[in-house]
């Protein structure tokens, strides 16, 4: 019997997606929804329509056509605006959680205030804000702290301490322009240590965990320049981070875990999707930095092309309420993703220009993202452009292999070409050594 997936979203995340979806043993056929035809999803689909990822009433034709057996949904936007609900009305099961459940990702706030009240270890110390009272206070008493926008902010709205900026006063300053939109703000602790991605399929109370990740926010080398929607990432071999033990996340695990168990308690209604936790190991354990009701970009390209495990048949089991009967098998395999993105990325990008692919080789697995085909060729759309990912027994190798394509790329791009060198990755792990060090130093 055939199986009718239907994949909404258009980025590097959706074109990795698409290719775990096709490669599945399962016989599949492939649809999807995209606001603009990124040529490597369309090349893998049977049909796509071109819409509004949050119009849900122009996708109402397309979907009843081909009746899919159950969707995907890629990015935050739709899920946020309630397409598994729109989905569900046309008895279409979806790898993504109703509205009310996105609220994980969709208000740090109600993430943050759901954790306190089910007393789920890893929490910080926050406070929510939906006025001026009591702000200066709370922000002198923590003396460093973290200002975020309670909203969707596309990975770019959290601003933090002695990164973005310096004085309390400016914390002050950024929260009360967050308020002045009417929007709450959330403050929190600064937490010093090392941050990794967890992401996991989550039906009901079932948890299975995707290889760990780490990510790699800032624009330029060294950690510096603006947050971006992500330069890279790196996966290793293992399954764990250079600066990761098993235990670390164990712990990543157990918050999910009871995140999920909390969330149908206080929703009433069982997650179905991706729960992708964004965690930090610090000197005090591991902590919970923010949940994504979706995939990475870049994440997902790090471990979806490692499954071995069929896709299609896990999707199928999380959907019906099954996912406790099977199991999610890797690759033990090192992977390095880096993305080219277009210069001026992420201020003023560039748009319009076209790049050209033709010397980066075969060795790296090539996901696009904000590029088009057009007649006179591959065209940037002013967002991350293509993503590289390199495959290999180590990172050393897997970094040379996605260098290698991404440093090919002929055009007005750049990238990071530190992202999974030994050199970044023994900063990490010296960092970590060094907090564990002084905090068993403070307890004598």
């Known amino acids: 019997m055939t199986v009718r997936v239907l994949l909404v979203g258009n980025g590097g995340r959706e074109h990795a997606i698409a290719e775990a979806t096709v490669m599945s043993p399962t016989d599949v056929k492939l649809y999807a929804i995209m606001s603009y035809k990124n040529p490597g999803i369309a090349k893998l689909c049977d049909d796509y329509r071109i819409a509004d990822l949050t119009n849900f009433v122009a996708m109402k034709e397309f979907i009843q056509r081909i009746r899919p057996n159950f969707a995907i949904i890629g990015p935050e936007a739709p899920l946020g605006a309630g397409i598994a609900d729109f989905f569900e009305e046309y008895n279409i099961p979806t790898v993504g959680p109703k509205k009310s459940l996105a609220r994980l990702e969709t208000s740090k706030a109600f993430t943050r205030e759901l954790m306190q009240k089910y007393n789920i270890e890893g929490l910080p110390r926050f406070r929510v804000f939906e006025s001026s009272e009591?702000?200066?206070?709370?922000?002198?008493?923590?003396?460093?702290?973290?200002?975020?926008?309670?909203?969707?902010?596309?990975?770019?709205?959290?601003?933090?301490?002695g990164d973005h900026f310096k004085t309390l006063n400016e914390a002050y300053d950024y929260a009360m322009e967050i308020l002045?939109?009417?929007?709450?703000?959330?403050?929190?602790?600064?937490?010093?240590?090392?941050?990794?991605?967890?992401?996991?399929?989550?039906?009901?109370?079932t948890v299975l965990d995707f290889p760990v990740v780490q990510d790699h926010k800032r624009a330029?080398?060294?950690?510096?320049?603006?947050?971006?929607?992500?330069?890279?990432?790196?996966?290793?071999?293992?399954?764990?981070?250079?600066?990761?033990d098993e235990n670390d996340v164990k712990q990543a695990h157990a918050i999910t875990e009871k995140v999920a168990k909390a969330i149908m308690k206080e929703c009433g209604e069982a997650y179905?999707?991706?729960?992708?936790?964004?965690?930090?190991?610090?000197?005090?354990?591991?902590?919970?930095?923010?949940?994504?009701?979706?995939?990475?970009?870049?994440?997902?390209?790090?471990v979806l092309p490692l499954i071995k495990s069929d896709f299609v048949e896990v999707c199928q089991a999380l959907v019906s309420g099954k996912l406790d009967r099977v199991k999610m098998e890797f690759e033990n395999k090192a992977t390095v993703c880096k993305y080219a993105v277009p210069e001026g990325y992420p201020g003023k990008p560039v748009k319009g220009e076209t790049i050209d692919l033709s010397l980066v080789g075969k060795d790296a697995r090539v996901f696009y993202a904000s590029v088009e085909d057009k007649p006179e060729g591959l065209v940037m759309l002013g967002s991350r452009a293509v993503a590289f990912v390199g495959i290999a027994d180590t990172?050393?190798?897997?970094?040379?292999?996605?260098?290698?394509?991404?440093?090919?790329?002929?055009?007005?791009?750049?990238?990071?070409?530190?992202?999974?060198?030994?050199?970044?990755?023994?900063r990490r792990v010296k960092h970590i050594r060094r907090l564990l060090q002084n905090n068993d130093g403070s307890k004598d």
């Open 220 to 244: 330029y080398e060294e950690d510096k320049g603006p947050n971006t929607g992500g330069m890279g990432s790196y996966s290793d071999a293992n399954h764990l981070l250079p600066f990761l």
């Open 395 to 426: 990172i050393s190798e897997a970094e040379s292999i996605a260098e290698f394509a991404v440093s090919r790329v002929k055009g007005p791009v750049f990238h990071r070409s530190d992202i999974g060198t030994r050199r970044l990755i023994e």
């Open 180 to 205: 002045s939109k009417k929007q709450k703000v959330v403050i929190e602790e600064k937490l010093e240590g090392e941050e990794f991605s967890l992401q996991s399929f989550v039906s009901g109370e």
């Open 134 to 161: 009591g702000l200066t206070e709370y922000l002198e008493e923590l003396g460093q702290v973290v200002v975020k926008p309670d909203g969707l902010t596309g990975g770019k709205g959290v601003k933090v301490q």
């Open 272 to 302: 179905r999707g991706v729960m992708y936790g964004g965690f930090i190991k610090t000197a005090n354990g591991v902590k919970l930095i923010e949940y994504n009701a979706r995939f990475g970009d870049p994440e997902a390209m790090n």
